[in-house]
Nanobody
Framework: QVQLVESGGGLAQAGGSLRLSCAAS????????MAWFRQAPGKEREFAAA????????YYANSVKGRFTISRDNTKNTVYLQMDSLKLEDTAVYYC?????????????????WGQGTQVTVSS
């Protein structure tokens, strides 16, 4: 199994940027398609971005498209989420997730492995 640990969350102003990291251990990250999800208080966990095992074919939710960039460095066993032009509605706990095979944009239930989450708070 693979273990995932997120970092990089914190407080940012609207219009600012943050970069989240997700470090994998236990198995090589290259075995897994990876994704970022987020969950705001009182809301369901929602898909934000996904990337294939090789790093190609990124997918984005409409709510983050053009502002967030998902990437990965398999040599460092790490996935990233660069978040620019942050909005108040981006405030949430952000989770990285992994699954064998191809990325899925269908929902959280398609992913097998999860990190513990990192809080992102955007203020005005």
């Amino acid at each position: 199994q693979v273990q995932l640990v997120e970092s990089g969350g914190g407080l940012a102003q609207a219009g600012g940027s943050l970069r989240l990291s997700c470090a994998a251990s236990g198995r090589a990250l290259s075995n897994y398609a990876m994704a970022w999800f987020r969950q705001a208080p009182g809301k369901e966990r929602e898909f934000a971005a996904a990337i294939s095992r090789s790093g190609g074919s990124p997918y984005y939710a409409n709510s983050v498209k053009g502002r967030f960039t998902i990437s990965r460095d398999n040599t460092k066993n790490t996935v990233y989420l660069q978040m620019d032009s942050l909005k108040l509605e981006d405030t949430a706990v952000y989770y990285c997730a992994g699954r064998p095979g191809w990325p899925s944009v269908s929902g959280a239930r398609d992913y097998d492995y999860w990190g513990q989450g990192t809080q992102v708070t955007v203020s005005s």
